[in-house]
């Protein structure tokens, strides 16, 4: 294979066309219902469909420049700042990886806690994707607002269960947006357990609830669609995870979070802001709810599992990322059962952090974040401060397969309307939930006929 045709596949244009032919162009320029400004950029050109874009034009933000010559332990509250929807997960990667420069050892209780706080995380992530921007697109509504009108019941059970999950953010991490109790080492307070105890009705609402989510969700209309992904997650031994395990993949990756620079690269293309992050070995995966369960399904609660089997849903199903909806409502079930779990065990009994003394090292921290594996990586100094820093979020890891998958649906779908196949491009996109912060801007397409 040439280099031309090397760089114009790593690039997301399709070599084979010939010019004469009729082109095709779909554009949406604002993405809606997902976080952030992205857009589409589909061409084909008679049969053959040459450029497949996903496009992330949201301004640099330049976070990890932010960081440097900054004290080590102001990592987490930074890095908070990069996400209102999923704060927890980069603060969670963030101590970690300034615990493990430093060479903390956590008590048990802290570790439970922060699983806890992570736990209120995904019930509201989940939530809004699965209720306010996924659930719109199965039933055939432009929102959440116009879906209501038919399903008031849903959304506002919807509305009730993202409540849940920010009340528990507060109540372990000092507010809902951009938690604050965080810190290196652990927390700057322990929660009360009484106040804690309080959530446990609620919990257990919110989990009934989850479990009618899931056969709410299981009962839309799925396409026949699947793909043969490399899923990238944690896997642990005892435990669904979160914030701790061995990274593996369905095709023999298995190394510790330390290693993780040795076998993922980060790329640089013109058409975006965010960095695509491949696999050195064999370039795209997938990371997020369908990697997690398809690894680690028979680490969930008993009721879990069971309501799972009552729909007939399968470890096998994880091929087909429109039923990624129905996952991320069984994460949410599962992380209701195991908030109650942690807090009828907590006792407030030990410190609320682990004394440390600074020292020069480098640190790597990794957490399921809703959407997938966030790893961070920091060089500190003998002063504390912070030398370099690097950040790797899940949706930059996941956009060549977003890509993927829309190269596909668009042949999958090819002789559709305009209408139908762009619907199942935009669907295609926020079946990743992809984290760009929030935009609702109308969309728009174009044809163009290179010869009428």
């Given at each position: 294979m040439s280099s031309d045709s090397e760089i114009k596949i790593k690039a997301g244009i399709r070599p084979g066309a010939q010019s004469g032919l009729k082109t095709r162009t779909i554009k949406v320029d604002y993405l809606a219902r997902v976080e952030g400004e992205g857009s589409l950029y589909i061409r084909t050109k008679g049969q053959e469909i040459e450029e497949v874009q996903f496009k992330i034009f949201e301004p640099p933000r330049y976070f990890e420049a932010l960081l440097r010559g900054r004290d080590l332990t102001e990592a987490c509250d930074i890095t908070s700042r990069i996400c209102g929807i999923c704060p927890i997960a980069y603060q969670m990667s963030a101590v970690q990886a300034m615990e493990s420069a430093l060479g903390i050892e956590l008590t048990n209780e802290i570790c439970e806690l922060r699983r806890l706080i992570f736990c209120g995380e995904w019930?509201?992530?989940?939530t809004l994707h699965v209720y306010m921007l996924h659930a719109p697109d199965f039933l055939g509504f432009e929102d959440a607002i116009t879906m209501a009108k038919k399903y008031p019941k849903v959304v506002s059970q919807g509305l009730q269960l993202k409540k849940i999950g920010n009340d528990l953010m507060k109540l372990v991490g000092g507010r809902e947006i951009h938690p604050i109790n965080v810190k290196v080492g652990g927390f700057y307070k322990l929660p009360d357990p009484s106040q804690l105890r309080k959530m446990l009705e609620p919990l257990k609402q919110a989990r009934d609830i989850a479990a009618e989510t899931v056969r709410f969700v299981a009962n839309l209309e799925f396409p026949d669609f699947e793909r043969d992904y490399e899923f990238v997650s944690f896997f642990h031994p005892k435990e669904y995870p979160i914030n701790s395990g061995r990274i593996i993949s369905n095709r023999g990756l298995?190394?510790?979070?330390?290693?993780?620079?040795?076998?993922?690269?980060?790329?640089?293309?013109?058409?975006?802001n965010a960095l695509h992050s491949v696999l050195k070995e064999r370039g795209e995966y997938l990371v997020g709810p369908l990697a997690r369960y398809f690894h680690n399904e028979a680490r969930l609660p008993e009721n879990v599992r069971e309501c799972a089997r009552d729909i007939n849903f399968e470890v096998k199903d994880c091929r087909n990322p429109f039923k990624s909806i129905i996952v991320r409502s069984l994460e949410i079930l599962f992380a209701c059962e195991e908030s109650l779990r942690i807090i009828e065990a907590y006792s407030a009994r030990g410190p609320a952090?682990?004394?440390y003394e600074v020292k020069a090292g480098i640190g790597h921290g990794c957490t399921e974040a809703p959407r997938g594996l966030l790893y961070h990586r920091y060089e500190i100094g003998s002063d504390g401060k912070?030398?370099?820093a690097k950040i790797i979020p899940p949706t930059s890891q996941n956009q060549k397969t977003i890509e993927s998958d829309l190269f596909e649906v668009v042949r999958h779908y090819f002789s559709s309307s305009e209408n139908e196949l762009r619907h199942r491009?935009?669907?295609?996109?926020?079946?990743?939930?992809?984290?760009?912060?929030?935009?609702?801007?109308?969309?728009?397409?174009?044809?163009?006929?290179?010869?009428?």
């Open positions: 019930i509201e992530s989940h298995d190394i510790e979070v330390p290693s993780y620079l040795d076998h993922f690269q980060e790329l640089h293309v013109a058409r975006s952090f682990v004394n912070i030398k370099e491009c935009e669907q295609t996109v926020r079946n990743y939930d992809p984290c760009i912060s929030c935009a609702t801007h109308f969309l728009k397409i174009e044809r163009e006929d290179a010869n009428p």
